[in-house]
């Protein structure tokens, strides 16, 4: 199955698939647009929907940020994301992450620790998944890669990199988290036990202005080209 990318998120067939929305991150700042109240992350969740028109779309893990509370405006973003996939008739489901211990307080619809979609497994990457799958889509780390003085978000794509499967790591959906620059990172720096080779992983930036994305080569030998 292949896979193509739009806006952090990652489309396998039919199936979307975000990560580690973080919804709740940023409320009670001063930030112009804060993602607790869902207008700048629901906006981009419907677009995203609307233009590919998926028939299911998965959060691989950490729907939520906080442990402890769940303000009023968080029930209203995932509120607003139920929406934009009820408006198309998709159905979506949550594979919890290790940020998700009050996700019951606002979510009743499906999750899976584990979700096949084809040869694919999708889940949060916090722990070492329990099925098999020729590739595994998973988040947690938030990537990001730095490309002359500037940060950009990325995806992480690894062959044979768990278990002699593919992993693809999907960047952080929420704009306000600042990520996890991977330019110098080996695998025991990542949190993800999926990652056992990072000088293999290939980052990809997905480019707004052209609506493209932009490849790299792999982390261990775009290290000794800068």
């Known amino acids: 199955m292949t896979a193509s990318y739009d806006d952090r998120a990652l489309l ?73 996939c009820q408006g198309i008739g998709a159905r979506l489901l949550v594979t919890p992450g290790n940020h998700d211990t009050m996700l019951d307080s606002v979510w009743d619809g499906p999750t899976e620790t584990e979700y096949r979609v084809g040869d694919t497994v999708v889940c949060h990457g916090h722990e070492a998944p329990e099925v098999d799958a020729d590739r595994y889509v998973v988040g947690h780390d938030h990537p990001t890669i730095s490309i002359e003085g500037q940060r950009q978000p990325c995806y992480l794509v690894g062959s ?37 080779d990072a000088d293999r992983l290939e980052p990809v930036v997905w480019d707004e202005s052209g609506r493209e994305t932009l490849s790299f080569p792999p982390l261990g030998e775009f290290r000794r080209m800068l």
């Open 160 to 196: 044979s990199q768990y278990r002699g499967s593919d992993v693809v790591m999907l960047p952080s959906f929420n704009r306000l988290n600042a990520g996890v620059e991977v330019n110098e990172m080996h695998a025991g720096d990542f949190q993800s036990p999926l990652v056992t």
């Open 12 to 84: 396998l067939g039919e199936t979307l698939v975000v990560a580690d929305l973080h919804v709740g991150r940023g409320t009670g700042g001063n930030l112009e647009l804060p993602v607790g109240s869902g207008s700048d992350m629901v906006q981009r969740f419907q677009s995203l929907v609307e233009r590919h028109d998926p028939e299911e779309v998965v959060v691989a893990g950490d729907l939520l940020h906080s442990f402890q509370t769940v303000p009023r405006s968080v029930e209203s973003t995932v509120a607003g994301l139920k929406s934009a």
